[in-house]
């Protein structure tokens, strides 16, 4: 049996971007231009190819920019928008852009500043016979300081987060996740909420 179609995914670009302002100081940290193109496209069609059908934009920081560029479809996929009023950090904009789901379906939920390649067939496979509610995607670095440390139990479940997990090679949280919607709602927290995720 394979795990649930995943064709919604939540994309976290509500950021001030405060350390890439002086190379982009009129655009949000997702429409920085690479190669002629905002990052932010490369997001939207990395994960279309692979079947995303429906994408929110939990945004913020000059949110005119992503709706302007973007608008309601972006190459026949649609784009909605979740927009903070005030910054509500990761955590505030992905409950802000849970609101919009419908169904209990696993979600996608990415960075809006980072890119890392999955398979989300294999992602979505994973979750389902891992029975998670939060499924995380790794990477291993000897890099110390930059990334999130996960400490892993052996069956795979997270047992804490630190930022400080020794020397050498280490697994850290890559910013994508595929999640059960009705894990956000029994979370305790409120849309408008701000937190960290």
Known sequence: MTGQIVDTAIILAGGLGTRLRAAVPDLPKPMAPIAGRPFLEYLLDYWAAQGIRRFILSVGYRSGAIRDHFGATYHGVS???AEETSPLGT???LLLAARLLEGNAPVLVL???TFFAVDLAQLADFHHHSHSDWTFCTFRTCESGRYLGMDI????RVKSFR???GSGERLVNGGIYLLAPAL????GYSPGQALSL
């Open 184 to 187: 956000l709602a029994a979370a």
């Open 111 to 113: 960075n809006g500043d």
């Open 79 to 81: 784009v909605d928008y």
């Open 163 to 165: 930022n400080n997990l």
């Open 91 to 93: 955590g505030g904009g």
């Open 153 to 156: 139990a052996p069956g795979g």
